[in-house]
C-alpha cells in the first residue's frame, strides 16, 4: 500500500509517498481502508520539527489521526465490527487501567497518547475505538470530526457554555475555530471570533459565527469584543498573547478552555485580575469516544455539517500542508487516500 511519509521534518517539502506492506491485524485490531484522512495542526507541528514526539529516529514518520473509511479485515477477538462497516476512528489511546481510565472521562487517562497511521491507503487501529457510521453521513465529513470537533466540544462543556453565553474563539478559522462556534450554535451560545484575515471570516458567518473582528492586534481586538459584552468562555488554542486577552474579555467567574499554543507555548497573565475577577483558566485534550459518537449523530440528524475546506489525493498531501501553514484554509483539509 501507498503511504504519505514525513522523510525529513522541514515543513511540507518533506511528505513524500512510500510503499508499505498492507496492514496484518493483531489481536484486538482492526483494518481499515482508509477513504479519508483530516490533517491537524498537531501533524504539522511534527512534520516541521516542532513536537518532542516524533524526532529524526522516527523517519519515515506516518501521521494522521482522524480516519474514516471501511473495515477490510478484524484481528482474533474482535467482536464490535466486520468486514465492510462504515466506521471513523476515535484516535484517543488510553491504558484502561489508570485511576483516571477507571474514573473517567477517559482523556484524562495519564498514558494518554494519540494513534498516527492515517495518512495512508490502509490503517491498523484498535478495534474497540472504532464508531459505527450511518449511511447518510460521509466518509470525508465523519474524518473530520475527530480531533477538531472532539476537542471543540470538550472545550465548550468545559467552560460550561450554555443557551446566550457569549463564547470568544480567537483565531476562529481552523479546525477547532470553526468547531468551536460550530457547537457553540448547537448549544445556544452566541460567539465572536478573531481572524488576521476578512475573507476567510466571511466564509464564517454562513456556520454561525455572530461577531468578527478582523486583526492581530491584541489591543484592538480587546476592544472590539469589549464594545460586544462580557464574555462568558473563552476557547483558546493559541496561547502566546491571546491568554491574558481572553481573560481582559472576560466576565467575572468567566472560563477560558486551552488546548493550544499555535501563537506561543507561554502566557504572561495578570495574577491580580484572575483572582479579583474569580476567572477560571483550564487546561483541555480532545474528547471522549461518547463525544466522538454524539458528533457523529449530531451529523447524521442535520444539526452539524463539518466544514471541509478542500479535500486531497494521498499524492498531494504535501500541498495540503502548505495551505495549513500558509493559513489559507477555512475549516477542515482532509487527504483521501
Ligand atoms: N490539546 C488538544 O487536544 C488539541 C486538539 C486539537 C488542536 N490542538 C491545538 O490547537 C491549535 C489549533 O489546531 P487546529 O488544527 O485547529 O489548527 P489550524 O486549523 O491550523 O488553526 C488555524 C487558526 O489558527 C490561527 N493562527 C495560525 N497561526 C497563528 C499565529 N501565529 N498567530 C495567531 N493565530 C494563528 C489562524 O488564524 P488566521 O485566521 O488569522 O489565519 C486560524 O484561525 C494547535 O495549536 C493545535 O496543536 C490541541
Ligand atoms: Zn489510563
Same mark, same amino acid.
Given at each position: ?46 512534520? %516541521? ?12 514518520? $506516518?501521521?494522521?489521526?482522524?480516519? *474514516? ?95 446566550? !453565553? ?14 468551536? $462556534? ?16 476578512? *475573507? #476567510?471570516? !466571511? ?41 491574558? =486577552?481572553?481573560? !481582559? ?18 502566557? %504572561? ?9 474569580? #476567572? ?11 463525544? =466522538? ?13 463539518? %466544514? ?19 493559513? #489559507?484554509?477555512?475549516? #477542515? ?5
Amino acid at each position: 500500500m501507498r503511504a504519505a511519509a514525513f522523510s525529513e521534518l522541514t515543513g511540507p517539502d518533506g511528505v513524500s509517498i512510500v510503499d508499505r506492506p498492507t496492514p496484518q491485524p493483531g489481536r484486538g485490531d482492526a483494518v481499515v481502508d482508509v477513504e479519508a484522512c483530516a490533517i491537524n495542526h498537531h501533524d504539522l507541528w511534527v512534520l %516541521e520539527g516542532d513536537s518532542a514526539m516524533v524526532d529524526t529516529d522516527d523517519l519515515p514518520f $506516518v501521521s494522521g489521526l482522524d480516519v *474514516a473509511g471501511t473495515v477490510r479485515e478484524v484481528g482474533e477477538g474482535v467482536t464490535g465490527v466486520e468486514p465492510g462497516d462504515r466506521v471513523v476512528l476515535c484516535p484517543n489511546e488510553t491504558c484502561g487501567t489508570c485511576r483516571y481510565c477507571r474514573e473517567g472521562p477517559e482523556n484524562l487517562c495519564e498514558n494518554f497518547a494519540l494513534y498516527h497511521g492515517g495518512l495512508a491507503e490502509a490503517a491498523n487501529v484498535r478495534a474497540d475505538r472504532l464508531v459505527a457510521l450511518p449511511d447518510d453521513v460521509g466518509s470525508v465529513e465523519a474524518a473530520a470530526l475527530p480531533t477538531a470537533y472532539m476537542t471543540a466540544l470538550h472545550m465548550l462543556r468545559r467552560v460550561e457554555a450554555g443557551p446566550s !453565553d457569549l463564547v470568544f474563539v480567537p483565531g476562529v478559522t481552523g479546525g477547532v475555530g470553526v468547531a468551536g $462556534v460550530q457547537l457553540a450554535a448547537v448549544l445556544g451560545a452566541h460567539s465572536v471570533g478573531t481572524s488576521s484575515s476578512g *475573507a #476567510k471570516l !466571511d466564509r464564517l458567518e454562513s456556520l454561525g459565527l455572530d461577531h468578527a473582528i478582523e486583526g492581530t492586534d491584541p489591543e484592538e481586538i480587546r476592544d472590539a469584543v469589549t464594545d460586544i459584552g462580557p464574555v462568558d468562555g473563552v476557547l483558546n488554542h493559541l496561547g502566546g498573547a491571546y491568554t491574558q =486577552l481572553g481573560l !481582559d474579555v472576560m466576565r467575572r467567574d468567566g472560563r477560558m478552555a486551552i488546548c493550544g499554543r499555535t501563537a506561543g507555548g507561554t502566557s %504572561e497573565i495578570d495574577i491580580p485580575d484572575l483572582f479579583l475577577g474569580h #476567572k477560571r483558566i483550564i487546561g483541555s485534550t480532545m474528547g471522549t469516544q461518547r463525544d =466522538l459518537e454524539r458528533l457523529v449523530e449530531l451529523v447524521a440528524d442535520g444539526a452539524l455539517t463539518p %466544514e471541509i475546506d478542500e479535500t486531497y489525493p494521498l499524492d498531494e498531501t504535501g500541498e495540503a500542508f502548505a495551505a495549513m501553514q500558509d493559513r #489559507k484554509s477555512v475549516g #477542515k483539509l482532509v487527504v483521501t487516500p
